[in-house]
């Protein structure tokens, strides 16, 4: 029973939360364990990394109940002709499909113990590095090549002032892991 004018509010405002959930500097990994559906699926997509287990499987069902899907996000992800098919089908995409088709980055048998691992992994590395790094990815998708290739350019060259590349470089001399700070 919502008004045009609510639907509205609460349409922009999922797509401003998933914009910031894109936008955030650390990366962020979801791990997906079973049904995906519509507004799951996009918040599946905003994440930079999605770990899934075999039983997981996704669909954007909006048109069976009278509602158009977002499109955007799963073109960029999949390409225009699967996510033509997966939008104007709504038909249910098994997580082996997902995974081939870049849906899901990878299908594991743990979501959650994979998706710890990788947060992990992505905490030991440095973080301004990992950050200036997820900013690239985004911005090469928004603004192509150019861009990037400048911003990365930049990033280098504020990398060689900051304490953890002094630490990366001392870390590898003396054979050790290094211990960023984010500095």
Not at 95 to 116: F, Q
Request: proline fraction near 4%; glycine fraction near 6%; charged fraction near 25%.
């Amino acid at each position: 029973d919502a008004t045009p004018e609510f639907a509205l509010f609460r349409v922009t405002l999922m797509h401003r939360v998933l914009g910031k959930l894109r936008s955030l500097p650390v990366p962020v990994v979801a791990a997906i364990d079973g049904v995906c559906t519509g507004l799951g699926c996009e918040l599946a997509i905003s994440a930079d990394i999605r770990l899934v287990t075999a039983e997981s499987r996704f669909c954007y069902t909006e048109p069976r109940v009278a509602v158009p899907s977002p499109a955007h996000h799963l073109i960029r992800l999949i390409g225009l002709a699967r996510a033509q098919e997966m939008l104007l089908t709504a038909r249910w995409v098994a997580a082996d499909e997902a995974e081939r088709s870049g849906l899901a980055t990878r299908v594991v048998a743990d979501a959650e113990a994979a998706a710890r691992e990788a947060a992990a992994q992505i905490a030991a590395l440095a973080p301004q590095a990992v950050a200036r790094t997820k900013e690239n990815i985004w911005l090469s998708i928004r603004e192509g090549g150019e861009a990037a290739t400048l911003h990365h350019s930049a990033g280098i060259a504020h990398a060689a002032t900051t304490a953890d590349r002094r630490e990366a470089l001392a870390a590898f001399g003396e054979k050790r892991q290094p211990r960023f700070t984010g500095e």
